[in-house]
């Protein structure tokens, strides 16, 4: 026979009152039970505290009493009730198959009694269980349709305000003075030419952190500055309405200085001398800050995989050591590369820089800059996207003044989301804007004072991609025609 294991499973969701009862209760009334029930036996405590079992997250605890079972090592099971194992009702079908096959077919449970396993009686409750959570989201999404119609904020304490209650007393947003004055602050710089990182520095130093206390970075500014909250506005599902908060900025500056940072401008240096042009900050991705090629821009030649940026040791000759150097590298396989290509870092970067500087001192260059082949159609699209957006507003006000029905406003909202996805696709499709010249001719003077991010920022205005081919053999310095610049205008 086997030895008699107990395994004892608690878990709760969060909790941060500490009202309810905890796991730490949960053992206690699991082991009292055990020595009552098996005198002697062993018993293994798994436990999940402020986790949920009805979502995916990952639940450690459960994950080992599975493997436990798995392995032979448990023979009983005792939990509060039969939810607290699984409220999923497909992943407690699974389970139950799981504690069947390794011979446990009964579930020991505070308030359910013992549950038979391999009789319909648990599967009813998986059911009812399954049928209460989808309740409790439809309820709780309910819930936060009607907040969103009336304006009032969600949870969380976002830059420049603090949660309080307005004159009516009802739950809104109070502005805190000095993040609010630093929001104004920081619109009117970007609209003036400074770049974010910039701004970011000077607030920083002035002592202004992140609403968590992180670093205020240029990223986090521009979520600050381009939140919908900061201009008074309550997001949900897409839709905006307005909020019954005092906005940071205006609705227009906040379209303003929103349209400022998703398209090219003019940056002002940080010496104050001169300006430069960059393209969108925004980007897709978050590009390694040591090598001004890495993010994407570099690809090596025979594989396609996007260079890394690295220390690469190279052998000693004659006289000459063993040396690292900053090198652009095909990643080996277990990164997602070959291995193929490796090429100095430091030559390659300024071959780029240089070769950049001398198509922009090229008239024809700069002619092809300022063609806009669809800027017409690019309006249209535009002004189509403004009209969606207006007629999501409307219908808004229509559902919440109870002119419309949740289930016309989610037809008719579903219909126009459909709209502006179709949209978005068409604009997509259309030819990027013209590049703004204006600074263009100081990009080079600027070129030294500009941040990585930066610099990188103007390269992709240009160029597609640069390719790096495989060296000839016994090659050690730098070769420029290894390097392939890709313009984008070609």
């Known amino acids: 026979m086997r030895a008699t294991k107990i395994g004892l499973y608690s878990r709760i969701s969060v909790d941060k009152s500490g009202k ?10 699991g082991r009292e039970y055990a020595s009552t029930r098996w005198p002697g036996a062993t018993v293994r405590a798994f436990t999940d505290n402020n986790l949920s079992a009805a979502r995916d997250n990952r639940r450690p605890g459960y994950e080992d009493l599975r493997a436990a079972v798995r392995a032979g090592e448990i023979t009983h099971l005792w939990v509060v009730e039969q939810s607290r194992l699984e409220r999923r009702k497909v992943e407690w079908f699974s389970l139950v198959a799981e504690l069947i096959a390794a011979g446990i077919t009964e579930l020991h449970t505070r308030r359910e009694g013992v549950v038979r396993l391999d009789e319909i009686g648990s599967d009813v409750q998986a059911i009812i269980n399954a049928k209460y959570i989808a309740e409790l989201r439809r309820k709780t999404c309910d819930k936060h349709e009607v907040i969103a119609a009336a304006g009032r904020p969600n949870g969380g304490d976002p830059f420049g305000y603090r949660h309080g209650v307005d004159m009516q007393g009802r739950k809104s947003l109070i502005v805190h003075e000095e993040e ?5 602050w920081a619109a009117d710089a970007v609209l003036s030419g400074w770049s974010l990182a910039h701004v970011a ?19 986090a500014l521009r979520t600050i500055l381009t939140a919908p909250v900061t201009a008074g506005k309550r997001t949900f599902r897409g839709t905006l309405t307005a909020g019954i908060w005092e906005p940071l900025l205006t609705p227009a500056l906040w379209e303003q200085v929103r349209a400022r940072l998703d398209g ?11 300006a430069y042009a960059i393209g969108p900050a925004a980007l897709s991705h978050t590009p390694a800050r040591r090598y001004l090629l890495t993010g994407g821009l570099a690809v090596c030649g025979a594989c396609g995989t996007a260079m890394q940026g690295g220390l690469h040791r190279r052998a000693a000759r004659g006289r000459t050591p063993k040396t690292s150097v900053p090198a652009l590298m095909c990643p080996p396989v277990a990164r997602g590369g070959h291995g193929c290509v490796t090429i100095l870092a430091t030559p390659t970067e300024e071959y780029v820089a240089d070769e950049l500087f001398r198509e922009l001192d090229r008239p024809e260059f700069l002619a092809a800059l300022v063609a806009d082949d669809g800027g017409e159609r690019r309006d249209e699209l535009l002004a189509e996207l403004a009209g969606v957006e207006s007629r999501r507003a409307e219908l808004a006000t229509l559902w919440a003044a109870g002119d419309a029905t949740t289930t016309e406003w989610a037809a008719a909202r579903q219909s126009l989301d459909a709209r502006e996805k179709t949209l978005r696709a068409d604009l997509a ?15 080079r003077q600027a070129w030294p004072a500009m941040t990585l991010d930066e610099k990188r920022e103007l390269l992709r205005m240009f160029i597609e991609k640069v ?6 053999p016994g090659t050690r310095a730098f070769d420029p025609g290894r390097v392939e610049i890709v313009w984008k205008l070609a």
Do not use: C, F, H, Y
């Open 20 to 29: 309810r009862e905890g796991v730490d209760a949960q053992e206690a009334w």
């Open 201 to 219: 520095e000077k607030l920083t130093a002035d002592g202004l952190t992140g609403r968590r206390g992180g670093a205020l970075t240029a990223s």
């Open 429 to 443: 499709a259309v030819p990027a804007p013209p590049v703004q010249l204006d600074g263009i001719a100081g990009a």
């Open 180 to 184: 609010a004055a630093a929001v104004r």
């Open 264 to 274: 090219p401008r003019s940056v002002t240096r940080r010496d104050g001398n001169g």
């Open 467 to 472: 390719v790096i081919n495989r060296a000839a």
